[in-house]
């Protein structure tokens, strides 16, 4: 938190970016809302469901383009702009007559080309990050902007909720439009200071490999630190074996509703929710400042353990205990992905910078639904008891693969990252 109260430059940038999340989710809430009204809603709500998830696993081509573009500040107020226009496109055809289906598909792929926008964007927010807070305060930039982002989410989707009582779905497209309006606008009044006091780094030095030599350059730079590729997979798998549990622990409620159900059904989902949510954005928020100095092998290991206890503990079946032990882990989770994220800025080249964290990004974006859709298929074909043994028996393996790796990073006397 305090590079955002002292950096007043990042700290427009990330009130930019949270104005255009906070304005998405909005919109968001508002289409599977009104797709939920369809006849056939259950197909309409996948294709949503599609066009939300495929952009993100383009992060490592919209990270190749964004480190191939020079003008990274231009770029990222016109992406916004972009995304104003569209939005406030789709919030005309909401007053327009057509047809329900014919509305919601439009609004699918206006969404889908807004989002594909909207990774390329993500792709020029960690250079510029870097440029304004320096490598070392990167971490700590990183973890509170992503925790920030937890609590927006929260909330705006409990806001989206009330929003719709008294707002209809063509002004909260508009309202969402406006907040890419705004951003855009942040952003290019950031880079426009950052010219006039000479501190704008628009580096000509950019990557002009093509995309394969770029990814085996970022290999081999990831390569050569002692650890860094191993702990990346690692950093995925804690990540999917968290996102399966998640999936898992509905499965137990119905089984032990006595003692897995505090109130209702629906109501304990999202309970669960906000619990993990809440630790995501303490560990993201305070968990770079508090352990600063702590290595990420050591948060590893201790998110790998909290793993292994928290799905112990979903056999007692008692959502009272299994909730503060989701929640430590979720808050230990987040910070080693931050603790990696700090890692990867300070061992790759910068001109492939935005390549390297769009892979990363996309390897623990495929993690999670990869390891859920197996655990609950196993759960599915037997029952949760047996997946879950099984996810405990994964996470002992990843544990071992943790704590070799630990050892061996001792020996190569890798620097504590910090």
Known sequence: MNVFLKNKSYRRFSIASFLSGTGDILFYMALMTYASKLENYSLALSLI?????????????????ADRTRKKFKNIFLMALIRFILYSLVGILFTSKLSDWTLVLIVIVINLISDTFGSYAGGLVVPLIVNLVGEEDFGEAEGFTSGVSQVIGISAQFLGSGLLLFMSYSNLAFLNAFT?????????????????????????????????????SSYNQVKKQPGLLTIVLVVALINGALSALQSLIPIVMVAYKKTMIISNYSFTIAIIGIVVSSGFALGSICGPQLFKKTTIFSIVITAIILSIATTIIAFIANIYIILPAYFILAATASLASIKLSQWLVMAVNQKILASSMGLLNTILTVMAPTMTTIFTTISGSTNFIVSMSILVIVEVIILFIAIKLNVTARKATTPTLE
């Open 49 to 65: 469901a599609i066009s939300e998830s495929l952009p993100k696993l383009l992060g490592v081509f919209s990270g190749y383009l």
């Open 180 to 216: 890419f309006l705004f951003a855009g606008l942040l952003y290019a009044s950031i880079g426009r200071k950052q010219k006039d006091d000479n501190q704008l780094i628009e580096s000509p030095d950019i990557n002009r490999e093509k995309f394969l030599t770029t990814l085996i």
